[in-house]
């Protein structure tokens, strides 16, 4: 797929002058219900996001938030930005003061941060129920704000809160609250959707209206959060009609469903529209090939788990599991994807299922390393076995280590023979009422390296048990089974006609530290399934490893 280029044919509106890309993760990102980030995360995060390319991180509010405080101070001396430059959130002064005298409007300036977002009421019922103020008041608490920070030597980005709410209500309160801002020398209106109840056509529209209102040189941004679900489009719309800066999260973080995701609306911005919004280095030409890294990065900081399908940046983004796809693909990848995954940092994955021809298990397996291309008899054997499988309960859309060991059975004649069981069993037991912690324990016999092993496990269930124990009889041959976890177990009851005869089937994620995969077993009862996940997971950690058997 060819790099992307700018279409006029398609936006015909776009805004001219420098672009302007605005992150709202720290503040706005950290009010996800979930979410709770020390200093030391936010600082790790604002230097995730000066590596993306945006041009500005929003770090908190200093004076209302202690911890916000305590970022810029330890921001000042800690980070070291080469893209961003940091803004201070904060509100306009209260009403019947003056700016100057307002505690909170002073830590703004305190903060040292070269850019104070200034959030404002342009909705005139906000300003009357809210505030209990007049229309006149607000404005004026506006204008004598945004003129003492600038006077303090500060670059000033009004957020123009509920503007779209408000514009609907009373058109020329909300003209008259963003045209005031621009007097008093704001370099940026952002527009905020603020409860997120936007469509697209109603955002393009207003946009317009206020364009032609603040003349052509006013910085004109959008604010979105994605109650209704529009938040990256009444962005993207907000651009066409005369925006030049966009404000949003990584990955979409937010109170309630979120605000606009920055990152799905920058790689817009690049691909779609032709505008380099990233900064880039010499050094690192393309911030946008840095996307996916930076999102899974934050997700690990945040401990919110990367959501698989998130446009750009999430693992099943490039995913394709029916055979006809998967045909297509293989004669051109642009056939079925909107654009060139390596664009994002991203990659094309193929997925197995029972929807899989031949192409499907082709591609997977050049994925994994395997050549079947020459190999028509590989295929179909492992096409029919693949679709077999799956009639029995087996999935390996989420399993590539089962599906990896498959092909090597069918490539080699066997899988790698690390250990052979000669019995493994469980035992589950509590003592006391109900609420009392039960106690597993499993014993494992097998071969390996030439001796008999026997050994038991404790664990909290009896899947944790078997694990145990089943390490524990290996690692004197396998040492490398030390660095060995399971990280997740995921279990599901299969449909049966007979209720009580259900197949189980299992899926069990393990990490050595380095890599992360996954297995599927299948059984008549949740520990069969259990053990085969696991011992396949134990044969591929160990042959990923490079290891021969012993």
Not at 161 to 184: I, K, N, V
Not at 201 to 230: F, Q, T, Y
Not at 392 to 419: C, K, M, N
Not at 438 to 459: D, I, M, P, Q
């Amino acid at each position: 797929m060819t790099a992307p280029t700018s279409d006029a044919t398609v936006t015909p509106a776009l805004p001219a002058g420098a672009f302007q890309v605005y992150d709202t993760t720290l503040r706005d990102g950290a009010q996800q219900e979930g979410i709770a980030l020390s200093v030391a995360d936010k600082l790790v995060i604002a230097g995730l996001l000066d590596e993306l390319g945006v041009g500005f991180i929003e770090g908190g509010w200093p004076g209302a938030v202690p911890k916000d405080t305590e970022f810029f101070k330890r921001a000042a001396k800690e980070l070291d930005l080469r893209n961003a430059e940091l803004a201070a959130f904060g509100a306009t002064r209260k009403p019947g003061q003056r700016a100057s005298q307002d505690p909170q409007v002073r830590a703004l300036v305190d903060s040292e941060a070269p850019v104070v977002a200034l959030v404002a009421k342009s909705d005139i019922r906000h300003a009357e129920r809210a505030l209990r103020t007049t229309g006149e008041e607000n404005l004026a608490m506006i204008a004598d704000t945004v003129s003492f920070l600038v006077g303090e030597g500060r670059r000033v980005v009004l957020d123009a809160e509920h503007f779209f709410d408000g514009f609907r209500f009373d058109a020329a309160y909300a003209r008259a609250a963003a045209l005031t801002a621009f007097e008093a020398g704001a370099e940026v209106v952002a527009l905020c959707d603020t409860n997120g109840g936007m469509v697209p056509s109603w955002v393009a529209e207003i946009v317009a209206d206020v364009r032609a209102a603040v003349g052509p040189e006013a910085v004109l941004g959008m604010h979105a959060h994605n109650d209704s679900g529009c938040a990256v489009a009444n962005t993207l719309a907000a651009v066409e009609a005369g925006c030049r800066h966009v404000q949003g999260t990584v990955n979409g973080y937010g109170e309630r469903t979120g605000n606009a995701d920055l990152l799905a609306v920058v790689a817009n911005l690049e691909l779609k529209y032709g505008l380099p919004v990233l900064a880039r280095e010499a050094d690192r030409p393309s911030g946008l090939a840095e996307l996916t890294r930076i999102a899974h990065a934050i997700s690990e900081v945040t401990n919110i788990s990367p959501f698989a399908r998130s446009p750009y940046v999430g693992a099943s983004a490039f995913a394709h599991k029916a055979g006809i796809h998967a045909s297509a693909i293989k004669v051109d990848p642009d056939l079925y994807q909107h654009t060139d995954p390596a664009f994002v940092g991203n990659d094309m994955r193929m997925l197995v299922s029972d929807m899989a021809g031949r192409a499907s298990i082709e591609l997977k397996g050049r994925e994994l390393g395997f050549d079947l291309s020459q190999r028509p008899e590989v295929l179909s054997r492992v096409t029919e076995r693949v679709k077999d499988a799956e009639a029995r309960g087996y999935t390996y859309e989420a399993a590539d280590a089962s599906f990896e060991l498959l092909l090597v059975e069918e490539i080699e004649g066997a899988r790698p023979q690390y250990f052979t069981v000669e019995s493994w069993r469980t035992i589950v037991e509590r003592t006391g009422g109900r609420g009392t912690p039960a106690n597993a324990e499993a014993t494992v016999k097998l071969h390996a390296g030439g001796e008999r092993f026997v050994s038991t496990g404790e664990g909290n269930g009896p899947v944790n048990a078997l694990d145990h124990a089943l390490r524990q009889a290996l690692v004197g041959v396998y040492p490398e089974l030390e660095d060995f976890e399971l990280i997740d177990f995921k279990v599901r009851i299969l449909d049966s006609m007979h209720g009580t005869d259900a197949v189980t089937r299992v899926l069990i994620e393990h990490t050595d530290g380095q890599a992360v995969w996954q297995t599927v077993g299948v059984g008549p009862n949740l520990l069969e399934a259990s053990w085969e996940a696991l011992t396949d997971g134990t044969i591929w950690g160990l042959r990923q490893r490079g290891v021969s058997p012993r």
